[in-house]
């Protein structure tokens, strides 16, 4: 699929005029397009062929062409543009009569609902002699027919998918995509049996349902009084079914062969879920509703964003940060990131119905829910933070449809492909472009060394494809890096393999794993630098709550200690010591940070943090910290950036490999702002002072925005930062809780 650049094709308003447009078939769709492009004035004349009197003189009266003409012949000779906009199973015997004419170098196209059968119809009709047709479909129309509702603006942010062929002129294909945009669609091109296939999915599939169910009630005469008593739901689902019926029968019969595909494939579904009723088999019922349930709220957000029309234009999500701000109040961030991932993982292979509390609802999280229902796992919600995994076992899991695709979470890659490596059934992973650069030879290697069957990309970058077969075996790994994900990888792929897998790590990195095994009853040896499992044992549901995520909390610490006259509490926050570098960090520059009301919660150690302004100064950050604060140095930069004096940071190599090259991307960024930063191989350098305005580039990563987002509280005009979508990956409410404890960012556009 490409899509051309509007500004490259988009004809210009002041355009010479383009000859005559005939228009073939007056009804809604070509009475829209006739009507969109008279009014436009980019033709001469726009002329209509309509073999009924009555829409021929309405379409003069309505405006919606300059004249109708009765002869084919006399109508296109000469045309610049023809559009045929007759009913589909029509086309071959129009493509025919135009075939017998001198079209010149008329552009054809049309907008018929399925591609297939109108190429080949074209095809056989013109039999090798050159002819400039760019086939077309608009994805747009009413329940409402005929050229007295045609409307110049039904195509508007619709969209318009044209189907070249390699053979296809390029001029007339710029034309006609030209021509959509002028009515305001967005043009995908797309080649023809993707674009057959897709609709009969979306579009063609769900017609025949609604016909069929509506006339398969209708026809049973006691049914009739059901429809007096059918309520939203019925009317919902069947409003289709109030569709042309002879359009729709002439798109089933174009659109055979990709309709019969969808078609046997949802037969099965069907009858998989009759069994399940007739079984009385609730949790296959449960599996598949839940299922559905996401992806249709999934879909629903893409539309209601209308992200297919965005992604047409741009996908930069710019925050506007506005200089300034004093902070107050109490404040609970989402759920921690590593454990809910942990929680929905063990939950799944646990032995019976683990409820979770507190689950972060961010992409990344909710991209490992996704992958266990994908693999049969029920899993209900999240609902406020509440998940109901019904787990399956350590054997229960079941080979996925398709790979799976775990967005920009390396959390889920990596923890998975230790369990997938000893499942019987092959995997692939996937991710977004992010992850895709991300290197997975980390676990890949010791992986293969305990017998596991992996394939990477290049560079042993993503995807990885995890093979059944495999049979484990336990060994002792000394870890090169300091890595949590690694650590974890190892010890799921250890509950699999055959005697005892040791995880040796060089410093101490998060811990959640190990404390949840033991939360489930699994038995893990901790001692020192290493942590031993043994296969063997099972895994017993169990209740978790999830504490605020130390990682979120991070940059409302550093923001408390920056703004002036602030004091702010972050409430219910986990500080498991492996994860509390940030507030040493901060204290050793000066910050005033308390901790009150620590208490325990489901193994994991939790307190309300309370942070005061404090004058910050610069530090040698110690290196045993740096596993201790890995995802909060981002927004520790910008605290370097206003303290007084010189901040290094060494050993910190790992930040080059994150979502982003966030030594580098944070130096950009600084730097734009006026701050004197030099990146190094393994760190950083900044020194302190004041912070100013400027563009700021986050590449995606989600800690980068939120990170120049506290900036711009020292900062001494706005700050715009780019490439924000994926703050949603972990604190999908940050600008939310921004505005209420006082932070000026917002959307740019929507402050
Ligand atoms: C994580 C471990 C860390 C961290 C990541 C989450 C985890 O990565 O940066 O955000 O949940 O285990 P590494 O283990 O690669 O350092």
Redesign the pocket.
């Known amino acids: 699929m490409s899509d051309l650049n509007a500004a490259d094709t988009a004809l210009p308003s002041a355009a010479p005029k383009l000859g005559r447009l005939v228009v073939i078939g007056l009804g809604l769709i070509g009475g829209s397009f006739a009507k969109g492009l008279r009014e436009r004035g980019l033709f001469s004349e726009v002329v209509g062929v309509d073999l009924d009197p009555e829409s021929q003189r309405m379409a003069v009266d309505l405006g919606v062409v300059d004249r109708c003409e009765t002869d084919l012949a006399a109508a296109c000779q000469g045309a610049a543009v023809i559009q045929l906009a007759v009913p589909i199973l029509a086309m071959e015997k129009l493509l025919g009569e135009l075939a017998k004419l001198d079209l010149g170098t008329a552009v054809l196209t049309d907008v018929g609902s399925a591609k297939g059968n109108v190429l080949r119809a074209a095809r056989l009709a013109f039999a090798g002699r050159a002819v400039r047709f760019v086939p077309g479909h608009p994805i747009a129309g009413s329940e409402q027919s005929g050229v007295e509702a045609a409307n110049v603006e039904l195509f508007r942010r619709h969209k318009v998918i044209l189907t070249p062929s390699e053979q296809s002129d390029a001029a007339a294909l710029a034309l006609v995509d030209g021509l959509w945009r002028e009515l305001g669609a967005d043009v995908e091109h797309m080649d023809v049996e993707h674009h057959d296939q897709v609709l009969a999915a979306t579009s063609h599939l769900p017609h025949l349902l609604a016909f069929t169910l509506v006339d398969s009630l209708a026809k049973r005469s006691e049914n009739l009084e059901i429809f007096r008593y059918a309520a939203g739901g019925f009317r919902d689902f069947t409003r289709i079914a109030g569709s042309d019926p002879v359009m729709w029968h002439d798109i089933f019969l174009a659109n055979r062969e990709a309709v019969l595909r969808t078609l046997d494939v949802f037969r099965d579904d069907l009858d998989a879920l009759r069994d399940a009723v007739d079984a009385g088999d609730g949790h296959q019922l449960l599996g598949v509703f839940t299922r559905a349930r996401v992806a249709r709220e999934h879909f629903g957000k893409i539309l209601a964003r209308r992200a297919y029309v965005d992604a047409m234009h741009s996908n930069d999500l710019i925050f506007l940060a506005n200089p300034g701000g004093k902070l107050s109040g109490r404040i609970r961030v989402p759920g921690d990131?590593?454990?809910s991932?942990?929680s929905i993982m063990l939950g799944s292979l646990a032995e019976g119905v683990t409820e979770v509390e507190g689950f972060l609802e961010g992409e990344d999280a909710l991209a490992t829910i996704q992958a266990f229902r994908d693999m049969g796992v029920v899993i209900e919600g999240p609902h406020h933070g509440r998940v109901t995994v019904h787990g399956v076992g350590l054997h229960g899991l079941k080979a996925p449809p398709g790979p799976i695709y775990l967005g920009n979470s390396?959390?889920s890659m990596?923890?998975l492909a230790g369990l997938l490596s000893a499942q019987s059934f092959d995997t692939t992973l996937t991710g977004d472009a992010s992850l895709s650069k991300r290197p997975m030879n980390?676990v890949a290697k010791p992986l293969r060394a305990m017998g596991a069957i992996i394939e990477t990309g290049p560079e042993g970058r993503p995807p990885l494809t995890i093979r059944a077969g495999g049979r484990l075996g336990g060994m002792t790994y000394e870890m090169p890096?300091?890595?949590?994900?690694?650590?974890?990888c190892m010890l799921l792929a250890g509950l699999y393999a055959a005697g005892s897998t040791t995880v040796i790590e060089p410093a101490p990195?998060?811990d959640?794993?190990e404390r949840m095994l033991r939360g489930f009853g699994y038995p893990v040896m901790v001692e020192g630098n290493t942590a031993t499992v043994e296969s063997g044992h099972k895994l017993t549901a169990t209740h978790i709550e999830v504490p605020a995520d130390i990682?979120s909390a991070a940059f409302f610490l550093v923001a408390g200690s920056i703004a002036e006259d602030s004091e702010l509490v972050l409430e219910h926050v986990g500080i498991n010591p492996t994860r509390t570098g940030v507030i040493d960090i901060l204290k050793l520059m000066g910050g005033d940070i308390t901790l009150e009301n620590q208490r325990e919660v489901g193994g994991e150690p939790v307190a309300d943090i309370r942070v005061r302004s404090a004058k910050l100064k610069g530090i040698d950050i110690p290196e045993d910290l740096v596993?201790l604060a890995?995802?909060e140095f981002p927004v520790l930069f910008v605290a370097a950036a206003v303290a007084e004096g010189r901040t290094v940071l060494r050993g910190a190599e790992?930040l080059r490999?994150?979502?982003s090259d966030r030594i580098q991307v944070m130096a950009d960024g600084l730097a734009a702002l006026g701050v004197k930063v030099e990146p190094t191989s393994d760190g950083i350098i900044i020194d302190g002072g004041s912070i100013g305005g400027g563009e700021v580039w986050a590449h995606g990563d989600h800690r980068i925005a939120m990170s120049f987002s506290v900036a711009s509280l020292r900062a001494t005009a706005p700050i715009r930062i780019h490439d924000c979508t994926n703050v949603a990956t972990s604190f999908p409410n940050f600008l939310a809780l921004s505005a209420q404890v006082g932070i000026r960012v917002a959307e740019e556009g929507k402050a």
């Open positions: 990131k590593s454990i991932h942990r390396g959390t990596r923890l980390r890096m300091a890595s949590a994900q690694v650590k974890s990195t998060r959640h794993t990682s596993p890995i995802d790992e490999v994150k979502e």
